[in-house]
């Protein structure tokens, strides 16, 4: 019976209860032994109801008597699909366990804290039920102090009915993701989060779970960088002489207030080409060559003549070009020009040199 059990996948067994070398208890044991869930009827004619409660107590399916073997076939069927069914849920146990333990894993080792809480538009949040590794990190709390923390505790008192009213939103579904939320750890020091939300369902029950994503380091640069673009942009609007940004193309991209009062007359001028807001012109003049002669770096210099709208000279520039390179592969992209008013130097070297 040890080699058939290891030989085949059996769907039944129906062991006598007497054998001259054997008996069915012991066929039973051996069943029990190789760990098999085959479904064990036993058969006799002649033991009592004692021993057929004894082996039905040791784990047998089923016992029927000889004289009622009638029985056999209907109790062969149902045993078969009630091993059918106990094999199922087997699997499905099986399933569950491995979903668990993964989804486990994936809980504990994500790099964003995760929170998970019960949540009602009516009650609001209730007390953590359970968080990860790194939401204990990120806010400086252990895992049983979680326990009697829930979402007003670990922010800010006055951004919490903004907060609040997010969650609604994310449990709506109306929206996912809400960014730079502040966000209070144990020792107070507020930083800040992106923050979503999603329904999830844990032990049996409905529960939301935020996920924190710390964009500290991001909120702080692009701070700076705007602290950094308003302090350029002040310097660019408080420069005395005229300051033009250019394509590659000519088309001026920008220019600050001096150059607006200079070419009032041919306002906008952002968005066209600098020949044409600057000289009425249709195609390239003096002031735009320079543009194609610093793709070697080095800035250049020319004193041009100021015009007006239909060409007349009325002054003198001086201008500087600079290239304005991409910092990722160096390439110039554009031109800075910085122009000077010398008209009135110029007037007076040439009264000078007619003096002399």
Known sequence: MSEELQSDMWDVIIADYNLPNFSGPEALKLLKAAGLDIPFIAVSGSIGENNADEILKQGAHDFITKTNLSRLIPAIEREIGDSNIRKQQKETEIALHQSEEQYRMLFETAKDGLFLFL??????????????LAACKMLGYEPSEFRNLSVPDIHPAESLPYILSQLDKQKRKEISLVRDIPVKPKNG???????????????????LMGIFRDITDRKLAEDALKKS????????????????????????LQVNPTIEKWYAHAMPLVGKKCYEAYHGRDKVCEICPTITTLDNGKAAYEVVPKRTIDGKIIGWLDLYSFPLKDTADDKMNGVIEYVRDVTEKKKVEEKLNKNE
């Open 189 to 207: 020091t507020i930083f800040y989060a992106d923050i979503n939300s999603f329904d999830i369902i844990y032990e049996g029950r409905k529960c």
């Open 119 to 132: 949540y009602s538009t009516a009650n609001g949040p209730s007390k953590f039920i359970k968080v990860n």
């Open 229 to 252: 673009e308003r302090f350029l942009s002040n310097i660019f609007q408080s420069i005395q002489d005229g300051v033009t940004v250019i394509d590659l193309d000519m088309k001026i």
